[in-house]
């Protein structure tokens, strides 16, 4: 049991998805923890010169982006989970 879920948190914290748009000055990467432990804003001149409005505009929309993309990196990390403990019992002949 500790090493399926081990192998899940091990997922969610290695995993790493983009949100936002690098042509349009904003990019964000994050891992797959809520709240994420690890989050990194990049804000390029092009983004800067978008003006403070526009910035924040870009900035919240990536945040959403990457905050999606890793909600569905956790879901799969959930199922790879259940797969492995399935298959475990399998393994040991637990089958119902």
Same mark, same amino acid.
């Given at each position: 049991?500790?090493?399926?879920? !081990?192998?899940?948190?091990?997922? @969610?914290?290695?995993?790493?998805? @983009?949100?936002?748009?690098?042509?349009?000055?904003?990019? !964000?990467?994050?891992?797959?923890?809520?709240?994420?432990?690890?989050? !990194?804003?990049? !804000?390029?001149?092009?983004?800067?010169?978008?003006?403070?409005?526009?910035?924040?505009?870009?900035?919240?929309?990536?945040?959403?982006?990457?905050?999606?993309?890793?909600?569905?990196?956790?879901?799969?990390?959930?199922?790879?989970?259940?797969?492995?403990?399935?298959?475990?019992?399998?393994?040991?002949?637990?089958?119902?």
């Amino acid at each position: 049991g500790m090493n399926a879920r !081990v192998k899940m948190e091990t997922a @969610i914290n290695d995993l790493r998805v @983009i949100g936002g748009d690098a042509a349009n000055g904003v990019t !964000v990467e994050r891992d797959g923890n809520m709240p994420p432990r690890h989050l !990194v804003v990049t !804000v390029t001149d092009d983004g800067k010169a978008k003006g403070k409005e526009a910035l924040e505009g870009l900035i919240v929309e990536a945040l959403k982006s990457a905050a999606d993309k890793s909600k569905v990196g956790r879901d799969q990390a959930q199922k790879d989970m259940m797969t492995y403990i399935s298959d475990s019992m399998k393994k040991m002949g637990m089958n119902g």
